[in-house]
């Protein structure tokens, strides 16, 4: 059990560098220049896949028979997920409503985001799906849901990744913005210290905060779910020193160059498994500390 926040964070960094360490004992792993990885095969692979899915969708849709329609989407979907054996796993999804949550999260997220676009809403449903095979493969839960935590989560995404993505954002105005997100996570979003949003994304933000708050309220029992979701919010702050690498000089940094490959490949793995973490802990609450490393 993480009994503290630091000892969450050791954990983290842990779980970080043997991660990292993994990827260093694989093929091209260690070929820092992504121009030198065979990327033809994978890039026609995915065409033909893509294809494939294609040809597959169309038939679904004029298709009648409820049943052909299931195996034509079982198809698609381990085409997706690349599973072989995905007669067997499909059904698990089908008999655990994973399609049916996934079309009512939908709805539920386009009703609450009015501005999120097609693509907003496919990139929080990414942050869904990791939480449904979280409950599927190591809860082992019979039937898989979004709670309000779940769902608030997941909007965190789109609006605060896209933000600190953008190249047109000053660097300062997006560490302004982490700093008044990670009060909002450390403290309550509706305590009376809390910083007053700037603007209409930074009061989704502010409210998807409290959205989770409604599932899991401020309470010692609840602590790893929030140091959980201020560790990805930790790994988002700490990828934004790609953006602004400096390279010393012999006394001031004054050449802005590519991070080398271990701090990437360090910040990648940090961001991508804290990501995972707090979705472990929005679906299980406290008893996510004890499957938190299979997350």
Known sequence: QHRTEASLQAEVWRLTRAC?????????????????????????QRRRNYRTCGELSTRAKAERDATKVRELNRRIASIVMCIDDERCFMQRMVDADVFGASRRYRADAKAAETSFTDANLFQAGRNVWAAFG?????????????????????????????????????????????????????????????????DELETRVKANVANIETQFPRQFSNNCVYWSLLAIHDAQTKSLQQHSYSVDG??????????????????????????????????????????????
């Open 134 to 198: 979280l409950q599927l493969l190591v809860l082992r839960a019979p039937q898989v849901s979004a709670n309000s935590a779940v769902q608030g989560y997941s909007a965190l995404y789109p609006l605060s990744d896209n933000l600190l993505d953008d190249a047109a954002v000053p660097l300062d105005a997006k560490l302004s913005f982490q700093h008044r997100f990670g009060s909002w996570l450390r403290n309550g979003a509706n305590v009376d210290t809390a910083p007053a949003p700037r």
């Open 20 to 44: 990292a360490a993994l990827w260093l004992t694989l093929p091209y792993a260690d070929v820092p220049d992504v121009s030198a990885l065979p990327l033809r095969t994978t890039a026609e």
């Open 250 to 295: 012999g006394g001031a940094a004054t050449t802005t160059a590519t991070p080398p490959y271990h701090c990437l490949l360090n910040a990648t793995m940090d961001k991508g498994g804290t990501s995972v973490l707090a979705d472990m802990y929005v679906v299980g609450g406290s008893s996510g500390s004890s499957t938190a490393a299979r997350a």
